[in-house]
C-alpha cells in the first residue's frame, strides 16, 4: 500500500479552513503555512491504500481533497513553492 492508511486532509480554501475545526475530528497532526494557517489535518485510516477524493465548489474551485495514494503533500519543515515555511500547527 502506497499511502500505508495515512491520510492528508487539504483544506483548500477559507471557508473549509474555518469550519475545519468544528466537522473535522481531533488530530495532533495539523500543519499550514503563513498564508494558509491549519490547512492539512492528517489522519490515520483503516484503508491501507485509496484513491484521493477531490470536493470541488462548481466554478470556484477546490474546496478541499482527501489525499491518498499518488498525491504528495508538501510538509514541514519543508518550503512550499510560494516560499512560505511550512510548519506544524499544535491543538
Request: with cysteine; hydrophobic share 35%.
Amino acid at each position: 500500500a502506497i499511502s500505508g492508511g495515512l491520510m492528508d486532509c487539504d483544506l483548500d480554501c477559507r471557508e473549509a479552513i474555518a469550519l475545519a475545526g468544528d466537522f473535522l475530528p481531533s488530530t495532533g497532526q495539523i500543519h499550514g503555512r503563513a498564508s494558509k494557517r491549519r490547512s492539512h489535518y492528517w489522519y490515520w485510516v483503516t484503508e491501507q491504500s485509496f484513491e484521493t477524493v477531490k470536493f470541488g465548489n462548481g466554478s470556484n474551485g477546490m474546496l478541499l481533497e482527501l489525499r491518498g495514494d499518488r498525491h504528495a503533500t508538501v510538509v514541514p519543515t519543508s518550503m512550499h513553492e510560494s516560499g512560505e515555511d511550512v510548519v506544524w500547527e499544535w491543538e
